[in-house]
Every structure is written in C-alpha cells, then in structure tokens.
C-alpha cells in the first residue's frame, strides 16, 4: 500500500517535472524565434552601390558579399548582439551590431584615408646589408 | 581628437619603450602560425575579414596571431615597381604644391588598391595598410608610420618621403616592422622576387632607425 502511494507520487513528480521542460522548452524556443531573423542590407559608397564587399559574422567564417546593386542577404539567421563586419578594400571596415529593428540595414563605407608612398630595396640593398650584419 | 589622443599615446609608448625587440617573444614558437600562413597561401584579398579570421582562428597570443598576418603578407603580395616610379615622379614634380599632391594622391590611391586586389601588388602603402587592416580585424592594435627609408646609403639624401612600415602593439608594448622590405626585393631585371626576411619583424628601434626616419621625428 505504502509502495503504491510512492509511485503514484513519483509519477506525479515525473509528470511535473516533464511539463515544467516543456513550458522552458517552448518558452526558449519562442524568445530565440522572436530575435533571430534574416538580416538584409544595402551597401554603397560616395559613387552608389558597392558590388562585392563582404559580410562575416564576426569570429565565424560565416559570410556572404554584395551584389551588382550593393544588396545582401546574409546567409544565416542572426539574432540580437551578433556583430557582421562589413568590408572592402580601400574602406574604411563597419562593425555593426546586429539591433531589434527588423528593416534592411544601410551602410554607407567611407574612403579610406591614406597618403601614398613607396619605396623598394633592390638586389644591391639586400646583399650590402646582409654584408654588413652576417 | 580621438586620433591625437592615440597619436600622442603612440608617440609616448614609442619613445618610452625602446626595449620592444623580437627577443621580447624568444619562448614563443610560431610553428602553427607559420602553418596558418602556408596554409592559406594564395588566397585572393576579396574577402579579408575571411581570411584574418582564417590566418588567426585559434592562436592563442597576439603576437602569433600577428606573426601569421605579416608572415601572409610578406608571402602573398608582390612588389610593384612601376607604381614607385610614377608614384615618385608625381612626388618630386609637385613637392611645393600640397594642393596637387593631394588631388594625386586621391587619384592614385585608387589605382593602388585596384592592382592591390586584383593583382596583390603594390607598393610601401599597400603593404603597411594590409598591415593595419588585418591586425585591426584581429582586434590587434596597429598604426601606419609614413617617412623616409633608405637601407644601403644616407638618409639624408632623401627629398620627399618616400616610405611606409607600422606600429603594432603586442603585450601593451609597441613594436616596429617592415613588411615591404622583409618580402623581398628587386633585382637586377627589375622583377621583383619573394625572399622573406625576418629581420625586420619586430626590430630593434635604435637598429631601425638607422634605416627609417618618420616624418614626425618625434616618434623616436
């Protein structure tokens, strides 16, 4: 009589136990589908939409790069906090945090500013000094 | 105000910390990140975040992650003579007359970095902004340093400045390098040849002063 009351109670316990993870389950589940989603942008610079810069969702490999008219679609689901950097040589990179508000992003990427200059070492230059330090 | 107080933070670390030597990272052993640059040996420059995230993906220390991007780009990218030439032509022609040089440099800045990506060739610029580029993907600190270079006569014969390296900061310490001249050099035919040379990673600023002479003589 005894064991059976302890059964039913363990049962019980089980049951319980069993709903309680799967209200967190569906609540985790719903908060995750609220935040993470689809992330759409257009890139350009002074002259209008830049073709082929890319977009990595930092410390990833994950990526994807703009097309013909400086759209991106970025491949995977980002949720809230996530950072993409956004780049092309000769600009200035973007670091952009992913927000809460669902419209495409706009980024505009800057020159990047730099004063040219040049100078080589020759064959003479390399053998004088490695003369002069061997 | 954000630049000079960086500026000035980098000028002070620089004439404070003369010490900073590659002998400062002897018990470090770069075999994986001279792995890591090997490895991606030939990659094309389209997608940089990629491939710093590629050439730093587990290293454990800036200094090795730094290790693989010089070690990259000494490896990957070519000198380009022509560019020099006519890059010190326009120089020494306008060298009374900023407002010409500047809107040159607009001009031929893009120039360099359309052969810098479609070709990976360049010139001291080129080198020392891939530098910085990539070492401030990999969260590292780097500055580009413009001056006057000369290795095998007197600097002082030098009119215009004529050369680029950068400052890196490792271990809150900062660090010179020279990553045009640690590629290789030009030879007689004038092609240039891939020939890496360690020396000037991480040198020994009184050593390197000998041959670099910033614009801002303050720096040292």
Known sequence: ?134 | MIRLISFLLLLSALTNNVQCQQSDFKHIDFKIAEGKALQMKGRELYNVPLLVHNLTYNLKTDVEQFKAIYLWICQNIENDHSLMQKNDHMWLKHKNDAKKLDLWNTKFKKEVFTKLLKDKKTLCSGYSYLIKKFSNLAGIECEIINGYGKLSSSLKKLETPNHSWNAVKLNNKWYLCDATWSSGYINSKGLFIFDYNDSFFLMDPKEFSNSHKPLNQNLF
């Open chain 1, 1 to 134: 009589m005894k064991t059976q009351t302890f059964t039913k109670r363990d049962n019980l316990k089980a049951l319980s136990l069993f709903l309680l993870f799967l209200g967190l389950t569906l609540v985790t589940n719903s908060i995750s589908a609220q935040t993470e989603r689809i992330i759409t942008g257009i890139v350009s610079d002074e002259t209008g939409p830049l073709e082929k810069a890319t977009v990595l969702l930092k410390g990833t490999n994950l990526f994807t790069e703009t097309d013909k008219t400086g759209a991106f679609t970025f491949p995977q689901k980002l949720k809230e906090n996530d950072v993409i950097i956004v780049s092309h040589l000769g600009f200035e990179d973007q670091e952009i945090k992913v927000g809460t508000k669902n419209k495409p992003l706009n980024v505009f990427m800057a020159d990047y500013s730099i004063v040219i200059v040049g100078s080589l070492l020759t064959e003479d230059d390399i053998k004088s000094y490695k003369a002069k330090n061997d």
